[in-house]
Nanobody
């Protein structure tokens, strides 16, 4: 059975950058849609970005548009999230998930990974 695994989290100062990776393993093929979400303590899970892995079409929420870039490497079965101009309020646990279609419809996503922590300090 396939699963997703996030990596690349860590601590960074305001204005810094981090790149997160989501590795899909055990699936017969790369999932059609991979999305990134985050959840800060006491808050609901928030969608950030999604990508159609075959065509490369990308989807972003307003909160990260212009600062975060989602990309895929179908050879390595990776989807990366490049984060720049990080702010204190970007501090959260970051998760990736998959969907079978409608990559821009955040309600389609399931099969969450374990998450990777991002902490931004001033």
């Amino acid at each position: 059975q396939g699963h997703l695994m996030e990596s690349g989290g860590g601590s960074v100062q305001t204005g810094g950058s981090l790149t997160l990776s989501c590795e899909a393993s055990g699936y017969p093929a790369m999932p059609s849609c991979i999305g990134w979400f985050r959840q800060a303590p006491g808050k609901d899970r928030e969608p950030l970005a999604g990508i159609f892995t075959a065509g490369g079409n990308t989807y972003y929420t307003d909160s990260v548009k212009g600062r975060f870039v989602i990309s895929r490497d179908n050879v390595k079965n990776l989807v990366n999230l490049q984060m720049s101009s990080l702010r204190v309020d970007d501090t959260a646990m970051y998760f990736c998930a998959k969907a079978g279609f409608e990559c821009g419809n955040w309600r389609r996503y399931n099969s969450w990974g374990q998450g990777t922590q991002v902490t931004v300090s001033s």
